[in-house]
């Protein structure tokens, strides 16, 4: 399934954060995205792009690190094979900390990755580089054929206007 | 007075009038041509090295550990020392890539990626060491993590600083790898995007996860960022704190002190730092990466040196102090042996690696001058291998007479030490030579130019 929709290509940072601002003027998109050789800053609020969900998925991670590092320290401390030293207390807290701690940056550091991942929808969903030099120092504003309201020939002509030096229509009756 | 133009001025962190895609031209290049003489030659002696070391690690694990010189009264000898050394010189690759980028400190985009590499290899290289102590590797697995058995079912002690370490080093080796390779996922589309042979697509493919710069998925990428740093910080201090943590606990001379856990962390970031010198001195030139890597870059960095060196040294002497002011004898004993007693000369060369050597970067000439930089890191190298030697071997005198004894490094002590400098340059060549040496997202992201460009883009509104 090739994807089909509208690229500008725009000459640098400065004329594509100017040129989403100025695409924003008129209309909200709601599938809009950028191609972009690093992240560039601001450029999300230019766009009004949601922030990330992530922060969420990484706390409840390390709390269930945290929470399974209390667990099986108790339970194989206390409960599964008990070993009374020095007459010191089974649950001896204090002494685990560290590996709460460690197990609690173990799992965080899981979600982190993999919830990144995942909310890009990589490696499963990824779609095909519409142009190999995004990761080079390309830039351009992409609105998907499934944006509401979506008409190839104005469009191209708001994209032009709001400062792209190039436009091309990817899909259909494309090469 | 005026201070002169270059103190006033912030130099680019991007030098000799390259562009964004010179960027990429540049940090692909090694990558995607044969490499030089230089490189081969280097490769091939530190493949050499490890190819001793891995003979010396089946003779040791086969004749026996008799082979290395531990014995009753120093049971941890070199492999302790080598591994707190190596541990600590990965402290580096984590500061650069974490705390500098929580203070928004922009020169660390063009050395972060090569530090964090330095920090997976310098943590794979201490991993060796604990497993082959135990003499018998293949086991070792078994010792040091919990696993449900049919012995009790006896689990490891998790009162003990040992099994700390096990999983503080466990969890710092995968974070750094999983920071590191989050990191190389947009670069390594970069390099999948400029491949043309099928090899090299389908790898810097499978690698880069289809990654193809959406803004919706920067946005993602820069929220793990941040969260790997904040994670990573107190990470990163933990895990020296922790290792400390093997002496401190302990209740012998000179080792059971509280100033552990801080001049450990000094020393591992000293250290590391100085390694961090050691080795872009001449990858820069290697690579042909002048213009990224800066003369302005190393100075920072000789910089931290001179900052934690100062803080090692200040512990070296508080140390010293209070174990006088203590009115402990045997505490005393403990500093006055390793200063004056059979390995006085570790000592010395300890305190004048650590304690004098940074000193030298005060002066801005030998910040900026190449071979003196070179030199002096390498000096820190020795100088923080023997601080751990020091606190490992002078216990050799400890404060019951009948455990007295001498700790001499063999043949194959020595030989692990080398090899394992062998194994760590052998990987960290390799990573030059197949993976972007710079993180080329980020110097795009903090070149002059895109700099000036959003500065723009906000007066325009």
């Keep these: 399934m090739t994807e089909q929709g509208i690229l500008g290509y725009f000459d640098g940072p400065k004329a594509i954060i100017l040129g989403a601002k100025r695409m924003r003027k008129t209309r909200q998109f709601r599938k809009w995205d950028a191609f972009t050789p690093f992240a560039v800053h601001t450029l999300d609020e230019a766009m009004d792009l949601p922030r990330s969900i992530l922060p969420w998925f990484v706390l409840a991670s390390g709390l269930s690190g945290l929470t399974f590092a209390i667990w099986f320290l108790s339970w194989t401390s206390a409960v599964n094979f008990p070993i009374w030293v020095g007459g010191k207390p089974m649950l001896s807290w204090p002494a685990w900390v560290p590996i709460f701690f460690e197990l609690t940056i173990l799992f965080s550091a899981w979600a982190n990755l993999l919830g990144m991942l995942g909310l890009c929808g990589l490696p499963f969903h990824a779609k095909k580089p519409l142009d190999l030099r995004f990761t080079d120092d390309k830039f351009a504003l992409w609105i998907p054929s499934d944006e509401p309201g979506y008409d190839a020939a104005a469009l191209e002509a708001a994209l032009r206007g709001a400062g792209a030096s190039d436009v091309r229509v990817v899909g259909k009756g494309d090469a | ?461």
């Design chain 2, 1 to 461: 007075m005026n201070a002169p133009e270059s103190l006033r001025q912030r130099r680019p962190l991007v030098t000799g009038g390259k562009t964004v895609h010179d960027v990429t031209l540049d940090v692909c290049a090694p990558a995607e041509r044969w490499g030089s003489m230089a490189f081969w030659s280097s490769f091939s002696t530190s493949q050499t090295a490890m190819f001793l070391y891995l003979c010396a690690w089946l003779l040791v694990q086969t004749i026996g550990l008799k082979l290395v010189g531990i014995n009753n009264a120093s049971d941890w000898g070199s492999f302790i020392v080598n591994f707190v050394f190596w541990v600590g010189i990965g402290h580096a690759g984590t500061l650069i890539s974490a705390i500098l980028f929580l203070f928004r400190q922009n020169w660390r985009t063009s050395i972060n990626r090569a530090a964090e590499a330095m920090t997976v290899f310098a943590v794979s290289c201490a991993g060796v060491f604990p497993m082959l102590h135990t003499g018998r590797p293949w086991l070792a697995i078994l010792f040091v993590f919990p696993y449900p058995n049919f012995r009790g079912p006896l689990w490891t002690n998790f009162r003990s600083p040992l099994e700390w370490d096990v999983f503080a080093v466990s969890t710092y080796a995968t974070v750094s790898v999983l920071f590191w390779y989050m990191g190389m996922i947009p670069d390594l589309a970069t390099l999948r995007d400029r491949a043309r042979h099928p090899i090299r697509k389908f790898f810097y493919g499978l690698f880069s996860m289809g990654w193809r710069g959406s803004m919706r998925h920067w946005i993602h990428y820069e929220t793990a960022y941040m969260i790997f740093a904040a994670i990573a910080t107190p990470l990163v201090l933990s895990v020296h704190t922790i290792v400390s943590f093997d002496f401190a606990v302990s209740i012998l001379p000179g080792w059971h002190t509280t100033i552990y856990p801080p001049y450990f962390v000094a020393g591992a970031i000293f250290s590391g730092f100085a390694m961090v010198v050691t080795l872009l001195v001449p990858a820069r030139k290697l690579f042909h990466l002048e213009d990224y890597i800066t003369i302005d870059h190393l100075e920072v960095m000789n910089k931290i040196i001179l900052l934690t060196g100062s803080l090692v040294g200040f512990s070296y002497i508080t140390e010293f102090f209070i174990a006088v002011y203590s009115g402990s004898p045997f505490e005393q004993f403990a500093f006055v042996n390793r200063a004056f007693g059979p390995f006085w000369w570790a000592y010395w060369i300890m305190m004048s690696c650590n304690l004098i050597t940074p000193q030298f970067f005060w002066f801005r000439y030998i910040r900026r001058s190449i071979p003196l930089m070179w030199t002096l890191s390498l000096f820190v190298n020795v100088g923080m291998w023997f601080e751990r030697y020091v606190i490992v071997v002078t216990l050799t005198r400890s404060f019951l007479m009948p455990s007295w004894g001498a700790y001499i490094m063999t043949f194959w002590d020595v030989v692990i030490l080398a090899g394992s400098f062998g194994q760590f340059m052998t990987l960290f060549l390799l990573f030059c030579r197949v993976l972007p040496v710079c993180n080329m997202a980020e110097v795009k992201a903090f070149h002059p130019d895109t700099l000036r460009q959003i500065r723009e883009s906000h007066d325009h509104d």
